[in-house]
């Protein structure tokens, strides 16, 4: 029973973090109408709304690969960091090419949805609920000369 509750809440979890993703996009795309403060603010709660939801879900971390690389965070994580540095950037760059305003946010509404989708499927491929174990670092090897 805890295991079926324990995957319900990662659902809900990743599912919240998605769609916060996906409005902290179209707020970023749409920072000109809503003026610095108000953009600032709300991109600000929406990724924060997103750490909060992410609580208690963990990027998959194989030990062996851990103990190879000198840095590496679980699987996905990378994919994870590229796609959040995206939803700030893109929607704005695509929307401050359209002039008018109802075309406007009829785009960053489906520029929230791809990015939400897009959220939706790095975290349900590289995350789990379940905690990981912590690699185990090697220590490096140096050479005398």
Same mark, same amino acid.
């Not at 109408?33 to 963990?58: D, N, S």
């Given at each position: 029973?805890? %295991?079926?509750?324990? @995957?319900?809440?990662? %659902? +809900?979890?990743?599912?919240?973090?998605?769609?916060?993703?996906?409005?902290?996009? $179209?707020?970023?795309?749409?920072?000109? @109408?809503?003026?610095l403060? +108000?953009?600032?603010?709300?991109?600000?709660? &929406? $990724?924060?709304?997103?750490? $909060?939801?992410?609580?208690?879900v963990?990027?998959?971390?194989?030990?062996?690969?851990?103990? *190879?690389?000198?840095?590496?965070?679980?699987? !996905?994580?990378?994919?994870?960091?590229?796609?959040?540095?995206?939803?700030?950037?893109?929607? !704005?760059?695509?929307?401050?090419?359209?002039?008018? &305003?109802?075309?406007?946010?009829?785009?960053?509404?489906?520029?929230?949805?791809?990015?939400?989708?897009?959220?939706?499927?790095?975290? &349900?491929?590289?995350?789990?609920? @379940?905690?990981?174990?912590?690699? @185990?670092?090697?220590p490096?090897?140096?050479?005398? *000369?």
């Amino acid at each position: 029973m805890r %295991r079926k509750g324990t @995957e319900r809440a990662w %659902r +809900w979890r990743v599912g919240a973090a998605s769609a916060l993703v996906g409005a902290a996009g $179209v707020v970023g795309g749409l920072r000109q @109408e809503l003026g610095l403060a +108000w953009g600032l603010t709300l991109f600000a709660v &929406a $990724v924060l709304g997103v750490l $909060v939801a992410l609580r208690g879900v963990h990027h998959r971390v194989n030990p062996a690969q851990a103990r *190879r690389s000198v840095f590496y965070a679980g699987a !996905g994580s990378t994919a994870w960091v590229l796609l959040l540095m995206r939803a700030g950037v893109i929607p !704005g760059l695509v929307l401050s090419v359209i002039g008018d &305003a109802g075309l406007r946010a009829v785009v960053s509404g489906v520029l929230g949805a791809v990015l939400a989708a897009a959220a939706h499927g790095i975290l &349900a491929a590289t995350t789990t609920a @379940e905690v990981q174990p912590r690699p @185990e670092p090697v220590p490096l090897q140096r050479t005398s *000369r």
